[in-house]
């Protein structure tokens, strides 16, 4: 065991703090400030508009680019196209220094850059995640699945689960981008060079931060756009704000940061809250039983009665049955639930009740990134979400109705 750095996180509480603190000093290198520590300031980059609304990438979208294969190390890997060509470059200057002897070639990683992680698919992740989650709202006793009869129970019992669960783990897919579950590889602007564990520091200080190589390192991401991540070094994020990656953007058109974010990346509420309506449908067969027994004493007897769950064969006889509204509002709540919200109860209800009305007036995607705009944003509140709609609609109308729709 390391005295000096942790190199596990079984290690006690007082330790683990101890040596983080060493380390995160030691880390430190003043002449490079795009060595950024990704766990502070910069924790949802990458994951959240200017607004502060949770963002992904679109799936399946053009605008990923499949690395070099003699970069790579596995296949199918990708980042944004701008960001693989900056990559390359930074490569191809490793390789022309690794061939005058200007670095040293004894490095196992940065002598001859190689890829062995980059952007990850934020859907399939979710997915593996739902799993879980779904399981665990199954188990609650809140819940109380065994009695469940119709999708009449299920509303306000997953409301009370979230409210004690959702910050820690959110059931939103919006909330889950934001949270510690996705590594910043899903934003398409990472690229990792190593395979090491990141929760071992010791190795971080010995193949990184001690290698003869680690300021040329630093000096080159700089160079062509990109930032390291001080608690993974061999992390490499691209900086969108920088006029070197900006350089690599503007091949693709993308002359700014915020035509970057408008374009290759739209809300994560966008296409989730679309398939909303199935996913209340796939949780409620998950947790139903398939016959609910109920026992009863009658002079001295015991009756047992069976009673089977009602079935609903698709999402549309579900949306008929409650109406779309009750959809609408459950989201809301789940929502409130994963963010450190300010508001009280009354204000609450008020952003809801507005959310539904415009949802009637525009439509429901409209609503729902008005609300995510809303609830992502720390403001001041002042009545209620018609006020500021009736204060700025001629900006909204031309953020929103126009390309934006679908994008932060």
């Known amino acids: 065991m390391s005295l000096m750095y942790k190199e596990k996180n079984s290690e006690s509480a007082l330790e683990l703090f101890n040596k983080r603190s060493i380390y995160l000093k030691d880390s430190d290198n003043a002449d490079y400030n795009n060595l950024i520590d990704f766990f502070a300031e910069k924790m949802m980059y990458g994951r959240v508009s200017r607004l502060f609304v949770p963002i992904t990438i679109p799936q399946g979208s053009i605008k990923l680019k499949s690395l070099s294969k003699k970069s790579k190390t596995n296949s199918g890997l990708k980042a944004l196209n701008f960001v693989v060509d900056a990559f390359n470059d930074l490569k191809q200057q490793f390789d022309k220094c690794l061939q005058s002897g200007k670095i040293d070639d004894s490095d196992d990683y940065l002598s001859s850059l190689k890829v062995y992680k980059a952007h990850m698919d934020p859907y399939n992740l979710y997915e593996k995640y739902l799993r879980k989650i779904n399981a665990g709202v199954r188990s609650s006793s809140i819940m109380d699945s065994q009695n469940i009869k119709n999708f009449d129970e299920v509303p306000d019992r997953l409301t009370q689960i979230m409210d004690r669960s959702g910050l820690v783990n959110p059931i939103t897919f919006p909330a889950f981008v934001k949270s510690k579950k996705v590594p910043i590889n899903i934003s398409g602007l990472a690229i990792e060079i190593a395979d090491l564990n990141a929760s071992n520091d010791q190795e971080k200080i010995d193949k990184f931060i001690k290698s003869k190589n680690w300021n040329f ?8 756009g990109f930032m390291v991540d001080k608690n993974v070094p061999w992390r490499l994020i ?5 006029a070197p990656m900006i350089e690599y953007a503007k091949k693709y058109n993308l002359n700014d940061t915020n035509t970057i974010l408008l374009r290759c990346y739209e809300s994560a509420s966008y296409r989730y809250y679309n398939s909303f309506t199935q996913r209340m449908l796939d949780l409620y067969y998950t947790i139903k039983p398939t016959i609910i027994i109920k026992k009863t004493e009658c002079k001295g007897k015991t009756i ?3 009673e089977k769950p009602i079935e609903y064969k698709n999402k ?4 008929e049955k409650y109406g779309q509204e009750s ?3 459950l989201y809301c709540k789940l929502r409130f ?3 450190e919200s300010q508001y009280t109860e009354e204000q609450k209800n008020i952003l809801i009740k507005d959310v539904l009305q415009l949802s009637k007036n525009y439509s429901e995607n409209y609503a729902i990134n008005i609300f ?3 609830l992502n ?7 209620s979400l018609s006020y500021y709609l009736n204060k700025s609609r001629a900006i909204e109308q031309e953020e929103i109705f126009g390309e934006q729709t679908t994008r932060y």
Do not use: H, P, V
């Not at 691209?238 to 920088?242: E, L, P, T, V």
């Not at 549309?316 to 949306?319: D, K, N, P, T």
């Open 217 to 224: 390192y630093l000096n080159a991401c700089r160079t062509y």
């Open 238 to 242: 691209a900086d969108i704000g920088s």
């Open 304 to 306: 047992i009665k069976t």
């Open 316 to 319: 549309e006889i579900l949306q």
């Open 327 to 329: 959809f609408l509002m």
């Open 337 to 339: 639930s994963e963010e």
């Open 372 to 374: 995510e705009r809303f």
């Open 377 to 383: 944003k720390t403001f001041d509140y002042q009545g």
